[in-house]
């Protein structure tokens, strides 16, 4: 009989598989980085506990293109400044990706708030432009020109916050405990560019990151860099405090509740 490819694989296979992935080569992407201060209360409205705001009300926009053989992405995130107990670092409202691949570890392993989208970076010679958009609007947009080249910096240490949650089945709560995700990831730049312009922030219902709006610009880059990452729980935390939050996963907190139409299956 032909192999069933839906059955069970072999530990060898499993083990094979798990092995290609840790030998894979420094994957280089190329985007735009904004960042800039907001309004510190908005910040705070944003942060689950045990989360909380840094002394810096920061967003940090991130637009970027990866030449995956054959598999060519665009990934890009829009996050605040956050920091859980010593710990500083990002927690990110929204990921759009360009393909579902990128969604599903994402979201299944390491709880990150990834949607499909639209996710765009262009260089026309000095002339540089980046959005992120979703169900046809650009709720993110940078754009300007590159106005000078920036010193390499050194390898750096960057954690984000995630939480790992699963909806409850039976239409209320969790069916377990969440967990806060300590994702730490050490990145390389190998380019980097300043760049003179602006960020705009569109009106959206989906992604309403407008209510975080650009009080003063830090800075733009243009720029290509590798990451690797490596996740760990922190803790469980409280189902009754991260529950009000969790409609920031969704585009309709309704939507977790759907299933297939009846007779379907």
């Known amino acids: 009989m032909a192999r069933v490819r839906y059955g069970a694989r072999t530990e060898a296979e499993s083990a094979a598989a798990r092995a290609a992935a840790a030998k894979l080569p420094d994957i280089w992407s190329t985007g735009v980085v904004a960042l800039w201060e ?55 409202l929204v990921m759009p990706m360009t393909h579902e691949r990128a969604l599903i570890g994402g979201r299944e392993v390491f709880g990150e708030p990834k949607k499909l989208g639209e996710v765009v970076v262009e260089r026309d010679g000095l002339v540089v432009g980046a959005r992120l958009a979703r169900h046809g609007i650009a709720f993110v947009e940078v754009r300007g020109a590159v106005s000078s080249p920036l010193p390499l910096p050194e390898p750096v240490e960057r954690t984000d916050f995630y939480f790992k949650f699963l909806p409850g089945v039976e239409g209320a709560g969790f069916d377990a405990d969440p967990v806060l995700v300590h994702c730490v990831r050490h990145e390389k730049v190998r380019r980097l560019e300043q760049v003179t312009g602006d960020v705009v922030l569109r009106e ?27 996740g760990r729980v922190a803790e469980r935390v409280s189902a009754e405090a991260l529950l009000p939050y969790v409609h920031q996963r969704y585009d309709d907190p309704a939507q977790i509740l759907d299933g297939p139409p009846e007779g379907s299956v």
Not at 48 to 54: A, F, I, M, N
Not at 208 to 224: Q, Y
């Open 38 to 92: 907001t309004d510190p209360d908005a910040v705070a409205a944003v942060l689950p506990p045990p989360l909380k705001p840094t002394g810096r009300p920061l967003v940090r926009v991130t637009v970027s293109k990866v030449d995956l053989p054959g598999y060519p992405l665009g990934a890009g995130s829009v996050s605040v400044a956050a920091a859980h107990g010593a710990t500083e670092g990002w927690y990110p």
């Open 204 to 230: 959206s219902m989906y992604d309403p990151v407008a209510d975080l709006p650009v009080r003063r610009l830090v800075g733009i880059t243009f720029g290509e860099k590798t990451s690797d990452q490596r």
